[in-house]
């Protein structure tokens, strides 16, 4: 089995066609992650926006042990972001485990996913933006779309830069 059937048999779907991004929810929880071929090592980096509401100690012990068996090469918490980096070259077929067991784990923990925006925790869904891959809620979608069109429907000044470039030109080379 490849390293991206095992990320689909898991449950994750492709952020986009040809991207390297992979997206998961569970309903309460979402993942999003990439895959990563380094010269001799295949890796599944997630990463998750949550808030740790108890028992975070048992989660810390779960990565721990995790990673004492190889299975995580490293993991990181700051804020309510956890990031794992998951060894798929030796442990790819116990991925799909793993990510059950990390589910219940969070679970467990009473972990909700938040929006990345403004810690909403209601239908949220993953968006893709020239920001890379947001967890987004309907309200925070929609002002990033409106941001967007802004941007992209906002006059060119050209005209005007060219002229002030071409006058700071003459002043200095007058001095």
Same mark, same amino acid.
């Given at each position: 089995?490849?390293?991206?059937?095992?990320?689909?048999? =898991? @449950?994750f779907?492709?952020? !986009?066609?040809?991207?390297?991004?992979?997206?998961? *929810? *569970?309903?309460?929880i /979402? #993942?999003? @992650?990439?895959?990563?071929?380094? %010269?001799? *090592? !295949?890796?599944f980096? #997630? #990463?998750?926006?949550?808030?740790?509401?108890?028992?975070?100690? %048992?989660?810390?012990? #779960?990565l721990?042990? +995790?990673? +004492?068996?190889?299975?995580?090469? !490293?993991?990181? *918490?700051? @804020?309510?972001?956890?990031?794992?980096?998951?060894?798929?070259?030796?442990?790819?077929?116990?991925?799909?485990?793993?990510?059950?067991?990390?589910?219940?784990?969070?679970?467990?923990?009473?972990?909700?996913?938040?929006?990345?925006?403004?810690?909403?925790?209601?239908?949220?869904?993953?968006? &893709?933006?020239?920001?890379?891959?947001?967890?987004?809620?309907?309200?925070?979608?929609n +002002?990033? %779309?409106?941001?967007?069109?802004?941007?992209?429907? =906002?006059?060119?000044?050209?005209?005007?830069? /060219?002229?002030? =470039?071409?006058? @700071? +030109?003459? &002043?200095?080379?007058?001095?």
């Amino acid at each position: 089995m490849s390293n991206e059937s095992t990320l689909i048999s =898991a @449950g994750f779907r492709k952020a !986009e066609e040809n991207s390297n991004d992979w997206v998961y *929810s *569970s309903g309460i929880i /979402f #993942f999003r @992650g990439y895959y990563q071929n380094l %010269e001799n *090592s !295949e890796n599944f980096v #997630f #990463f998750i926006n949550l808030e740790i509401k108890e028992n975070k100690s %048992e989660l810390l012990t #779960f990565l721990d042990d +995790a990673k +004492a068996k190889g299975k995580i090469r !490293e993991y990181g *918490s700051t @804020g309510d972001n956890l990031s794992i980096t998951f060894n798929l070259n030796e442990y790819y077929s116990e991925f799909n485990s793993f990510v059950e067991s990390l589910i219940s784990m969070l679970k467990n923990c009473s972990c909700e996913s938040e929006c990345d925006t403004c810690n909403n925790k209601n239908f949220l869904n993953h968006y &893709v933006s020239h920001e890379g891959i947001k967890l987004l809620c309907p309200d925070c979608a929609n +002002a990033l %779309e409106t941001k967007i069109q802004k941007e992209l429907t =906002a006059p060119n000044n050209y005209g005007v830069g /060219f002229f002030a =470039a071409l006058l @700071g +030109a003459l &002043v200095c080379s007058a001095l």
